[in-house]
Each structure stands twice: as structure tokens, then as C-alpha cells.
């Protein structure tokens, strides 16, 4: 009697382990498929980093979805699958950080802290124009488009949208409105900037993984590698070379918090207060 009792136990718990499986194969596709970022960074997770992204008072709410995040990293597979397991956290909390600084609603007294608030904006607010050099005649402008800031890595200028939609298969120059509307097309968007080296400009992803190989300009540059190179490359036109740079502190805090949560310190030179820009 008592091992029927064990038997028919161990068969309902079978049946709830096999239903929930069904439940999240048909959310996120078959067993496995999460990867190794979803293995790192599960919904509960994504959503206690992001407290506040579908609040109503954020224009992006319900847009960046975990959903969304996860797609997005299977077309780039050596994000946060690339060195050891604290390289791994490191990298996907440095990518974290920035899209929350360039994404943020926060401010100094928000609830839950500054550093709770990210992924508000899906666009630029107020664009100061349509961000289009005209001199570049490999990726002109369309009449009439505006290539500001959208997207988590709040993607900018005709020569970042056109070759981001050429590697990830829509037309960035006629339809840069994409970005904004489409939540995968965002988040790929935003990854492929991470990834992608350009020009003098090593890849995000190099630096955070210990594959940025310094040339002769970057020594003298002093852009030594960490987080605060991450924040050279995406802006550090406006950010580096700035002794306490309020916006370079805000993507330390939020890169502070997402190590600390994910278990991994944060390794050396966070800012680029020192660093010349590109």
C-alpha cells in the first residue's frame, strides 16, 4: 500500500513537472531553448531589475519584453555565452547597465532607488534633430526620417541605422521607425551595436569578455579595458575625459546593482573620467 502511495506521488509529480515544462516550452520554445543568458537571467529576475518599466507613467510600457530580450540574444550567441561564468554575469550586466541608463525614468528619490528604474523610453524624447550626417554617402538619409535615438541602446545617426538593419534584415534608413515599434527589433538592434566593432572602435562585448587587444592610439588614449571603455564606445564623446561625469555615475550604479545581484564583482577601471574619447 505504501508504495503505491509513493508510486502514484512520484507519477503526480511527473504529470506537474511535465506540465509546467508544456507551459514554458510554449512561452519561450522547447526545453533548452532559453540559452545561456536565459539561464542567467530568468523572467523573475529580468523583472526585479526592472521594477518599474510598465508603469504607466513610462511611455515604454509593456514594450521590452523578457520575451523579447531573449529572442533577440539567440541571433547573437556569443553574448553572455562567451568565457567563464563571471565573465558571462559580467558582460550581461555591463549590456544591462547601459540600456537602463539610456532608457531610465528614474531620478536621485524615485521608489525603489534610482537604480531600480530603467527601459522607461523606448525613443528619445525632444530630439535635438533628425541625426543625419549628410556627408556619409554609404548610408544616405530618406527624406523626411529622423534617426534619433530608439531602442535600448537608444541606436542614433544613418550610419548606425543602416548597417544595423542590413545585418538584421530590415531597412534602417527608409523605416528607422522600426525600432521603436517593433520590442525584437529593439533589443536586436541594441545587440547588434553591442557586438559589432566599428571603425577605431573595438566591440562592447570584446572589451567586457577580454578580447580587446589595445592599439598604439588606445595606450596613449589611456582606454583601458572595463566597463568604463564600454562607456567610451557608446558615448563617450559627451561622457569621457570628464572627471565625475553624472551620467557616466549613473551607469556604474546601475552596473554596481546588476553585478551585485547577479553575484560577481565588478572588476577594475568602471569609469573613463581618464580616458580620451574616440
Same mark, same amino acid.
Request: hydrophobic share 35%.
Given at each position: 500500500?505504501?508504495?503505491?502511495?509513493?508510486?502514484?506521488?512520484?507519477?503526480?509529480?511527473?504529470?506537474?513537472?511535465?506540465?509546467?515544462?508544456? =507551459?514554458?516550452?510554449?512561452?519561450?520554445?522547447?526545453?533548452?531553448?532559453?540559452?545561456? =543568458?536565459?539561464?542567467?537571467?530568468?523572467?523573475?529576475?529580468?523583472? +526585479?531589475?526592472?521594477?518599474?518599466?510598465?508603469?504607466?507613467?513610462?511611455?515604454?510600457?509593456?514594450?521590452?519584453?523578457?520575451?523579447?530580450?531573449?529572442?533577440?540574444?539567440?541571433?547573437?550567441?556569443?553574448?553572455?555565452?562567451?568565457?567563464?561564468?563571471?565573465?558571462?554575469?559580467?558582460?550581461?550586466?555591463?549590456?544591462?547597465?547601459?540600456? +537602463?541608463?539610456?532608457?531610465?525614468?528614474?531620478?536621485?528619490?524615485?521608489?525603489?532607488?534610482?537604480?531600480?528604474?530603467?527601459?522607461?523610453?523606448?525613443?528619445?524624447?525632444?530630439?535635438?534633430?533628425?541625426?543625419?550626417?549628410?556627408? !556619409?554617402?554609404?548610408?544616405?538619409?530618406?527624406?523626411?526620417? +529622423?534617426?534619433?535615438?530608439?531602442?535600448?541602446?537608444?541606436?542614433?545617426?544613418?550610419?548606425?541605422?543602416?548597417?544595423?538593419?542590413?545585418?538584421?534584415?530590415?531597412?534602417?534608413?527608409?523605416?528607422?521607425?522600426?525600432?521603436?515599434?517593433?520590442? !525584437?527589433?529593439?533589443?536586436?538592434?541594441?545587440?547588434?551595436?553591442?557586438?559589432?566593432?566599428?571603425?577605431?572602435?573595438? +566591440?562592447?562585448?570584446?572589451?567586457?569578455?577580454?578580447?580587446?587587444?589595445?592599439?598604439?592610439?588606445?595606450?596613449?588614449?589611456?582606454?583601458?579595458?572595463?566597463?568604463?571603455?564600454?562607456?567610451?564606445?557608446?558615448?563617450?564623446?559627451?561622457?569621457?575625459?570628464?572627471?565625475? !561625469?553624472?551620467?557616466?555615475?549613473?551607469?556604474?550604479?546601475?552596473?554596481?546593482?546588476?553585478?551585485?545581484?547577479?553575484?560577481?564583482?565588478?572588476?577594475?577601471?568602471?569609469?573613463?573620467?581618464?580616458?580620451?574619447?574616440?
Amino acid at each position: 500500500m505504501a508504495s503505491q502511495a509513493r508510486e502514484l506521488r512520484f507519477l503526480l509529480a511527473v504529470a506537474v513537472f511535465s506540465a509546467a515544462a508544456a =507551459v514554458a516550452g510554449a512561452r519561450y520554445g522547447a526545453a533548452g531553448q532559453c540559452g545561456p =543568458v536565459g539561464a542567467i537571467v530568468t523572467e523573475q529576475l529580468y523583472s +526585479s531589475l526592472f521594477l518599474h518599466k510598465d508603469d504607466a507613467v513610462c511611455p515604454a510600457k509593456g514594450f521590452y519584453t523578457y520575451a523579447s530580450f531573449i529572442r533577440a540574444t539567440k541571433k547573437f550567441p556569443r553574448f553572455g555565452a562567451t568565457g567563464d561564468l563571471v565573465t558571462r554575469k559580467r558582460e550581461i550586466a555591463a549590456f544591462l547597465a547601459q540600456i +537602463s541608463h539610456e532608457t531610465t525614468g528614474g531620478w536621485a528619490t524615485a521608489p525603489d532607488g534610482p537604480y531600480s528604474w530603467g527601459l522607461c523610453y523606448k525613443e528619445e524624447i525632444r530630439p535635438q534633430s533628425n541625426y543625419c550626417d549628410a556627408t !556619409d554617402k554609404q548610408w544616405p538619409c530618406y527624406p523626411g526620417k +529622423s534617426y534619433h535615438g530608439r531602442g535600448p541602446i537608444q541606436i542614433s545617426w544613418n550610419f548606425n541605422y543602416g548597417p544595423a538593419g542590413q545585418a538584421l534584415g530590415f531597412d534602417g534608413l527608409r523605416y528607422p521607425e522600426l525600432v521603436a515599434n517593433c520590442s !525584437d527589433t529593439a533589443y536586436q538592434t541594441a545587440l547588434w551595436f553591442w557586438m559589432t566593432p566599428r571603425e577605431a572602435k573595438p +566591440s562592447c562585448h570584446q572589451v567586457m569578455v577580454g578580447e580587446y587587444c589595445p592599439s598604439r592610439a588606445d595606450v596613449a588614449a589611456n582606454r583601458t579595458a572595463g566597463f568604463g571603455l564600454v562607456t567610451n564606445i557608446v558615448n563617450g564623446g559627451l561622457e569621457c575625459n570628464i572627471t565625475e !561625469d553624472a551620467r557616466v555615475n549613473n551607469r556604474i550604479g546601475f552596473y554596481r546593482r546588476y553585478c551585485q545581484v547577479l553575484g560577481v564583482d565588478v572588476g577594475p577601471n568602471l569609469d573613463c573620467a581618464h580616458q580620451l574619447p574616440y
